[in-house]
């Protein structure tokens, strides 16, 4: 798996994710150890210049085809609906793995994931809050929004002094991650919670709403 992903081979990935999980691994396990394991190498290459965009991009492309067979699975194991969550990337920011990561699990401990996608204005995430006028009918318990670029963490407080200006803060309970956050942001900002990966993103939500 870590091969396929380093290599950005997607077949590699995808026969690997598949081998493991007939051999009797956990979804869970597979998604953990083997493909976040392996991308976070990628991030590490990445970062120390040894690893180019177009190899980052085709190491998540190719992360991605696991993603897509671990994804049904997780939500399978998920027993029933405890609560919505809308999940986007902030306006002006295109990373989405971590963000789909944290949706996967959440999707996994049963509840239900509405991903309105990257590059997100803050009207979009305020239109799913607004109850009967959101874009799709996806009114959530808690919004949570990703952002992996020092340039787009501002786009977070946007949001979050939107929804104050139309009177919709306490509709819902506000979430935010994403490599370059800390607590101390999540506070200056006024949101509910930071989460620094996606397992303490589900113990965040079950958190914040008490499910
Ligand atoms: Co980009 N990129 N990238 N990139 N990229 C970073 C983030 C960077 C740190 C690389 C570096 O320089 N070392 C850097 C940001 C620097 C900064 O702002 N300080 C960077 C840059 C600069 C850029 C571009 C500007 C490069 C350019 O064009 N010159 C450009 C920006 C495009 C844009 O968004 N407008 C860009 C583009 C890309 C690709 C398209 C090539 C690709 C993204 C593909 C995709 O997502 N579909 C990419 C990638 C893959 C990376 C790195 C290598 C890996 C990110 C990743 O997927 N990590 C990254 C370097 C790194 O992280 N070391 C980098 C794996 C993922 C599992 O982890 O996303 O952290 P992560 O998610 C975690 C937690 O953060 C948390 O849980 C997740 C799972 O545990 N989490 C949440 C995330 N969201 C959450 C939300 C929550 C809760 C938890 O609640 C709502």
């Known amino acids: 798996m870590a091969k396929g992903i380093t290599e950005g081979d997607g077949g590699l990935v995808e026969s690997e994710v598949k081998k493991a999980l007939s051999e009797g691994s956990e979804p869970r396990d597979v998604l953990v150890n083997g493909l976040i394991g392996s991308m976070s190498v990628v991030g590490k290459r990445f970062g120390a210049g040894d690893m180019f965009l177009p190899e980052v991009l ?26 919505r969550i809308v999940i986007g990337t902030v306006e002006g920011d295109i990373h989405d793995i971590g963000k789909r990561i944290v949706g996967f699990l959440l999707v996994g401990n049963g509840y239900e994931v509405v991903d ?19 874009v799709e009918e996806h009114k959530p318990d808690v919004l949570g929004m990703s952002a992996l670029l020092t340039t ?7 949001v979050i002094d939107l929804l104050k200006e139309k009177g919709l803060r306490d509709k819902v309970k ?3 991650g994403g490599a370059p956050l800390n607590d101390d942001f999540a506070k200056s900002i006024g949101a509910d919670g930071f989460a620094p990966e996606a397992g303490s993103a589900v113990e965040l939500v079950k958190k914040l709403i008490g499910s």
Do not use: C, Y
Request: hydrophobic content about 40%; charged content about 25%.
């Open 174 to 176: 506000i979430m935010v």
């Open 58 to 83: 085709m190491s998540a492309n190719a992360m991605h085809k696991g993603l897509d067979i671990v994804k049904p699975l997780l939500a399978e194991s998920g027993e029933r609906t405890m609560g």
């Open 116 to 134: 309105i996608g990257v590059d997100i204005k803050a009207e979009t995430f305020i239109q799913s809050v607004e109850e009967h006028k959101s």
């Open 152 to 158: 787009t963490m501002p786009n977070m407080k946007q």
